[in-house]
């Protein structure tokens, strides 16, 4: 945590926390934040597609069988889009809970959340 930046809640001084509470609204620590979350967002949607691309192969499959049951087949996109959908929300919440919510970023947060084996 100390290569991402300092939690709002570890400050104890009111002075020096009502200076990192202006320091996070500032535009330059949301549009951070606001560029993580879009990272994360990409993340766990790739994670998500990785874990579950063979029922949406099998899903994808039934559309392009003949016969009147193929469409049977195309149930397996509801669990495709619920095991995507659980793994992007689940995954999201826990890493913004963990490194971006009420933290003031460092300058290189991104690189050391996205890649913690690289130091700067």
Same mark, same amino acid.
């Given at each position: 945590m100390a290569d991402i930046g300092r939690r709002l809640g570890d400050i104890d001084n009111t002075f020096e926390r009502g200076v990192c509470e202006a320091l996070y609204r500032s535009p330059e620590q949301r549009r951070q934040r606001w560029l993580i979350t879009a990272l994360l967002v990409l993340k766990h949607t790739l994670r998500g597609l990785l874990f579950s691309w063979p029922l949406y192969l099998i899903g994808f499959a039934s559309l392009a069988m003949p016969g009147e049951y193929g469409w049977l087949l195309g149930v397996f996109f509801i669990p495709a889009?619920? /095991?995507?959908? /659980? =793994?992007? /929300?689940?995954? =999201?919440?826990e890493e913004y809970h963990r490194y971006v919510k009420d933290v003031v970023l460092k300058a290189g947060a991104m690189r050391a959340i996205f890649w913690p084996w690289r130091k700067a």
């Open positions: 889009l619920w /095991v995507s959908g /659980v =793994i992007l /929300v689940k995954g =999201i919440r």
